[in-house]
């Protein structure tokens, strides 16, 4: 039997494929421009990017300025189209002696072979311009964007949408002044979450008890190590835990394991447990019958 999942994602990518979307005139633009405008006019392939095909040609126009393109303004095509933009360049071929750089049929391969490394030098040296631009999270190319995060020292999950992937890149870097308070993590888990979560300092939601203080089990058995309340808070989700999967509720761990002081503990509550009432004995030694609600 055929996963309907799979059926659905399937249908899905045909319905991508088979989009029509009508092409924009882009003669006349830079070609950075001239790619923005391709992509906000829908063109994307398989892996969502849209497939452009530069090719350099010698013109009378500005470098890097859109000079003719394929497919025509004004057509419909498919989404998954490739454009070809032909951009006005100078070619590299002007550095050689006359003999090689006179454009006749003998020199054509000689100039076209330098095409190609002159695209990897340009595409090379324009992501090098464009340094400033990557390191903001508003403005960096999506896929730039885990990257960044390594630098802030950021996780950033595989279900985010790109906006909250942005949105945590840009607000994080502001809280680092205030990394170990509780203005700090009320505010990380605010964007995980979507909601408040209650933080309550310096209380924790069971008093450790000995077992044996006078006996001879031993005064030093207890069942929680000593705790400082001055270094313990309770993080309270005012959801139910059963509104979380596992692997969320493994996620709000982590984000307060990254955000906490070293030397804190912390304990991690669910709206539920507020609800908790008191325990009533099913069975008693020494009465005749078991309790009628058992």
């Known amino acids: 039997m055929v996963d309907s999942a799979n059926m659905r994602g399937g249908a899905r990518q045909a319905e991508r494929r088979s989009r029509k979307v009508i092409v924009p005139e882009l003669t006349g633009m830079r070609l950075r421009d001239a790619e923005i405008v391709i992509a906000q006019a829908g063109f994307a392939a398989a892996d969502g990017a849209p497939n452009v095909q530069v090719r350099y040609v010698e013109a009378y126009a500005e470098d890097f300025q859109v000079v003719a393109q394929t497919p025509m303004r004004g057509q419909l095509v498919d989404s998954a189209a490739a454009i070809e933009l032909q951009v006005a360049r100078q070619s590299w071929s002007r550095f050689l002696p006359q003999l090689y750089s006179m454009a006749n049929e003998e020199n054509a391969l000689l100039q076209q072979f330098l095409w190609m490394f002159q695209q990897i030098h340009d595409r090379t040296a324009d992501t090098i311009d464009r340094v400033p631009t990557l390191l903001k999270p508003l403005e960096t190319d999506a896929q730039y964007l885990p990257w960044l995060a390594s630098w802030l020292a950021l996780h950033l999950e595989t279900d985010w949408t790109e906006t909250q992937k942005r949105q945590w890149l840009r607000v994080a870097p502001s809280l680092y002044n205030q990394r170990g308070t509780r203005q700090s993590l009320a505010t990380l888990l605010r964007m995980y979450l979507g909601y408040d979560a209650e933080i309550r300092e310096n209380v924790w939601p069971f008093e ?42 493994v996620r709000i761990h982590r984000v307060i394991l990254a955000e906490k002081p070293a030397h804190t503990m912390y304990y991690l509550t669910f709206a539920q447990a507020d609800s908790v009432t008191d325990a009533t004995p099913f069975l008693t030694i020494g009465d005749d019958a078991l309790d009628p609600e058992s």
């Open 208 to 249: 450790p008890f000995r077992v044996g203080v006078a006996s001879e089990i031993g005064v030093s058995s207890t069942i929680l190590p000593p705790l400082n309340l001055a270094h313990c808070f309770v993080v309270h989700l005012p959801m139910p835990d059963h509104h979380f999967t596992n692997e969320q509720i």
